[in-house]
């Protein structure tokens, strides 16, 4: 595709949380839109819900590479988030406390 409408940097556009994408203000009225996962998926192509209009975003894919974790950290309910990761270092402290090292030099006859 070579018709843009115009090259937008990500820096340039904003992100919303609700719906999860980044926007740009389209001619039109309404706004440019592409979501994270895209980005993910090497797609730099924001397109307008409202007309024809497209535009490419550039952006750094590298950025976007770990996306499908985060997204899946971030589904999560904020407070099963935060008592997994608490819960988690808990268990290491546990396991740390628990530890015993024994003599491995002992004769069997």
Do not use: N
């Not at 192509?45 to 985060?70: F, G, K």
């Amino acid at each position: 595709m070579g018709a843009y409408y115009d090259e937008i940097e990500i820096e340039d556009m904003v992100w919303d949380a609700d719906k999860r994408v980044y926007h740009y203000p389209c001619p039109c009225g309404d706004r440019f839109e592409i979501s994270r996962k895209q980005l993910a998926d090497y797609e730099d192509i924001a397109t307008c819900p409202s007309c024809s209009l497209i535009i490419r975003v550039i952006y750094d894919p590298l950025d976007y590479e770990d996306y499908e974790e985060e997204e899946e950290e971030d589904e999560d309910e904020d407070g099963e988030e935060e008592s997994s990761e608490t819960s988690s270092g808990d268990e290491f402290e546990d396991a740390m406390e628990k530890l015993t090292v024994s003599d491995a030099t002992t004769e069997t006859h």
